[in-house]
């Protein structure tokens, strides 16, 4: 119901600002992930952006331990147990269409959403520690060419995982006519009640900011006399590589 101001003109309300779904570290390690894989995978062939490659395979494989500690320590909403629940949820879901299509009920497709992006999710995070771990040995010469051939299987495996969940999240924003994506920009939904997250740990991300461009600086200091033979990165960007193509 409107209301009028002091000045005798309608008051404008105010707009909500939604619920609170999603904290901070949840939604930095999100865009991180995404940022170095795509990284990663753009940077897979050839030998002159082979170490920026490496290092943002490293960096995947430090945000899933990230990833880890925060489902085991962090506050529920973010647990592990609360993504594997969702996927547990797969067998019974599946047991109900025969029986909701016989019986002419309607079919629970938000729990079928729920399990499609957990699963979506689990298979990301399930995918990382193999793949990182084929890329540093190949990185280092072991296992031949079939290990090789394992890190870009599981390289493109990651990608169809991650077009997936792209697919789904677009085919569900243009189903609901809202954005599926919006809890991970600002982490809020749209409309009245309490937020499912207390507290956002601002700081909790900012620290996560903070290593990871700590630990890539630190890798553009140390390539140069370890992995390329230079005396200073610029040396590394003139072309002091270029003798390994």
Same mark, same amino acid.
């Given at each position: ?21 999603? @904290? ?219 003798? @390994?193509?």
């Amino acid at each position: 119901m409107s209301t009028l101001s002091s000045s005798g003109t309608q008051a404008v309300p105010r707009p909500t600002p939604g619920r609170r779904v999603t @904290d901070a570290p949840t939604r930095t390690f999100h865009w991180l992930f995404a940022l170095c894989f795509a990284g990663a995978y753009l940077t897979a062939d050839g030998e002159r952006l082979r170490l920026v490659h490496v290092v943002l395979g490293y960096t995947l494989a430090g945000l899933l331990v990230f990833r880890l500690l925060y489902g085991l320590f962090g506050p529920r909403q973010a647990g592990l147990g609360a993504l594997w629940a969702k996927v547990a949820n797969a067998p019974r879901w599946l047991r109900s269409l025969p029986a909701a299509a016989t019986a002419g009920s309607p079919v629970n497709w938000r729990l079928g959403q729920n399990i499609a992006m957990g699963a979506a999710i689990v298979g990301l995070l399930l995918l990382v520690a193999p793949l990182t771990l084929s890329g540093y040995a190949t990185y280092n010469d072991w296992g031949g060419e079939w290990l090789e051939d394992l890190h870009e299987t599981l390289g493109e495996g990651l990608l169809w995982l991650v077009l997936a969940h792209l697919g789904l999240l677009l085919l569900l924003s243009l189903w609901r006519r809202q954005n599926q994506a919006r809890p991970m920009w600002s982490g809020r939904v749209p409309g009245p009640g309490p937020d499912l997250v207390k507290h956002n740990r601002g700081w909790l991300a900012a620290l996560l900011c903070v290593a990871v461009l700590t630990y890539w600086a630190w890798e553009w200091r140390q390539a140069p006399a370890t992995a390329l033979g230079a005396s200073t990165p610029s040396a590394w960007v003139d072309g002091a590589h270029d003798g @390994d193509d």
